[in-house]
């Protein structure tokens, strides 16, 4: 009997990790990473892409096969090549190497120290996004080690400026000046994750599509005059009025491909009295649709765009009719709506012809990723083999990736990582950002055999 017991842990323990050699190299990468610091706006993205191409060198990649560059000197990318038959168009392995801002003293450690403690990593990137950075480029090195010949290229490209420099370096850089290096069919990223409870896995998300920004500004003019002689043609007025009907406007509750899809899992795996409706809501009655976005404010983001006051301005004196009213006000678009919908809509709520609606955007829609069955079965087969139970759950996020520049240039892109976290302890931008050590090991796993059946 404790034969049979062992034997049966050892094989599931082969199962969910890696050989310890590749765990070691996964691990060297990750703390090499965590250790450099490149947070956007005091640390360099560049050691870390020049740390990747020493280990891929050392590893056999050649130097035609590894590119280093960006926009900024020390903000640098890096783009690695695996070849393949080329029966397929490549593959593209996304990760970003910048990280958000991590202050010594708003920490219960150094930030930018590697530390294990108590069945964590701990420090800035290890959840966002330098797990994901270090475990590309280990499994890489890895498949060429086993002389893996995948039927498409593998392209890894770790990149810089996600947390903030926003286009012209990173992902957008690359895109328009090096497309050919990144071109690909289809791409993995952040934006995806496991969803723990209580220390009990949930859900393996599976991000296909993403929320797009869209900022307006609300604006009134008026000639103003002296505030002892009022009249009812008073700026401020006509803004309040027309940010009232917003506030009690809401966009049509709809559902897409993906949002069905997530409420269907969900309506399995929700413990709560929100069963049925989820279940419904997924097929599209507008009853439970209204129940579901009443319950909670991200499940209302998941159903509809919408649309939220952010920042006033107005007025110049004390004494003085205002000239001025504005206000800002922020929209989170469904994919699917048009910047020119929401603009339109936007009038015909404020309704106030004094009331000018600017769109300060300029960026265009961003469209969905397809759902790739090859993407979603890989997905499900190896979560529901590597965590028996645990549901793959489509999802859109209301945040935005760098997916979004892949997706508007026509490139799909599925956030997933297989590592998992609490959903009640979500730390990433936060203080003692951190990952499960078991966790880091089984994402390390789930990625080597998802990029594997992938591209073969
Ligand atoms: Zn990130």
Known sequence: MFLIFSLWAASVNAQTTRPDAEKQLAHDIYKEFIEIQSGFTTGATTPVAEAAAARLKAAGFSDADIFLGGAIPKKGNLVVRYHGTGARKPILLLAHIDVVEAKREDWNMDPFQFIEKDGYFYGRGTGDDKAQAAVWIANLIQYKKEGFKPDRDIIVALTADEEGGGPYNGVDWLLKNHR???????????GGWGEESKGKKISNDLQVSEKYVLNFRFEVHNKGGHSSMPVHDNAIYHLAGGLQRLSDFGFPLKTNEVTAAYFSQMSKLDPGPFKEDLAKAATGSQEAMERVAAASPAWNATLRTTCVATMLEGGHAINALPQLAAAMVNCRVLPEDAPEYVQSTLEKV??????????????SKGPASPMRPDVLNAVTDITSSMWPGVATVPIMVMGATDGRYLRSEGIPCYGVQGFFFDRDDIRFHG??????????????????????????
């Open 431 to 456: 203080r003692d950002e951190r990952l499960g050590v078991q966790s880091f090991y089984e994402g390390q796993a789930f990625l080597y055999t998802l990029v594997k059946r992938l591209s073969k």
């Open 180 to 190: 050919e290096l990144i071109e690909s069919e289809f791409a993995l990223n952040e």
């Open 350 to 363: 404020v309704a106030d012809d004094q009331v000018a609606v600017k769109n300060m955007s300029n960026f």
